[in-house]
Nanobody, 125 residues
Framework: QVQLVESGGGLVQAGGSLRLSCAAS????????MAWFRQAPGKEREFVAA????????AYVDSVKGRFTISRDNVKNTIYLQMNSLKPEDTAVYYC??????????????????WGQGTQVTVSS
């Protein structure tokens, strides 16, 4: 497993931007697919975006397409989530996740076993 630490959350007005980072420890980082999930108060944790170990394949939940961009830097052992045009409904705790295989298909994106501690994103209207 890898150890994951998120950062970059905060309070932003609707229409604003934030960039989340997730730093991973472990020599095998580049062999993991990585993803962001989020959990809003009173709701289940949901898939947001994923990126393959090469960075060439990405996937997004429909509600963030065109607004969020996931990327990775395998030299720095870090993934990012650039979030633009934020909406109040994006308010949630955002979690980084690592998986040794791809995250499935649109019908169900199953997470891997490695999670970060989460970072709070709050979007005010």
């Amino acid at each position: 497993q890898v150890q994951l630490v998120e950062s970059g959350g905060g309070l932003v007005q609707a229409g604003g931007s934030l960039r989340l980072s997730c730093a991973a420890s472990g020599r095998t980082f580049s062999s993991y697919a990585m993803a962001w999930f989020r959990q809003a108060p009173g709701k289940e944790r949901e898939f947001v975006a994923a990126i393959s170990w090469t960075g060439r394949t990405t996937a997004y939940v429909d509600s963030v397409k065109g607004r969020f961009t996931i990327s990775r830097d395998n030299v720095k052992n870090t993934i990012y989530l650039q979030m633009n045009s934020l909406k109040p409904e994006d308010t949630a705790v955002y979690y980084c996740n690592a998986k040794s295989e791809w995250y499935g298909s649109n019908s169900y994106r199953s997470p891997g076993g490695s999670w970060g501690q989460g970072t709070q994103v709050t979007v005010s209207s």
